[in-house]
């Protein structure tokens, strides 16, 4: 059985940093592609973050809305995906979730296109 286990979620002042990790088990996911969504209240689920093999490599692929400010990395032999959150905002808040597929190329930002997820982790950002 497939399990992803999110962690490091919590309650951050707007500036702040967080980074979440995502251990996968029952699985290995090292030559395909993991990735971080995120829902805010009322919202639906949105791509955040991807990282997998591409044509020249591993190589992350970041929602517009985080470039320069998240970044995603990976340690396969832990099977384990990270998310390095910085200068985080009121508008960061939501629910993160890990996804993983067995498929290569980390443009993956639908979710229909993983076929994995984990339970979810809080991300509050707030003084």
């Known amino acids: 059985q497939v399990q992803l286990v999110e962690s490091g979620g919590g309650l951050v002042q707007p500036g702040g940093s967080l980074r979440l990790s995502c251990a996968a088990s029952?699985?290995?996911?090292?030559?395909?592609?993991m990735g971080w969504f995120r829902q805010a209240p009322g919202k639906e689920r949105e791509f955040v973050a991807a990282i997998g093999w591409s044509w020249n490599g591993v190589r992350p692929y970041y929602a517009d809305s985080v470039k320069g400010q998240f970044t995603i990395s990976r340690n396969s032999a832990k099977n384990t995906v990270y998310l390095q959150m910085n200068s985080l905002k009121p508008e960061d808040t939501a629910v993160y979730y890990c996804?993983?597929?067995?498929?290569?190329?980390?443009?993956?930002?639908?979710?229909?296109?993983?076929?994995?997820w984990g339970q979810g982790t809080q991300v509050t950002v707030s003084s």
């Open positions: 029952g699985r290995t996911f090292s030559s395909g592609t």
């Open positions: 996804a993983a597929t067995t498929a290569a190329m980390p443009q993956r930002v639908d979710v229909d296109e993983y076929d994995y």
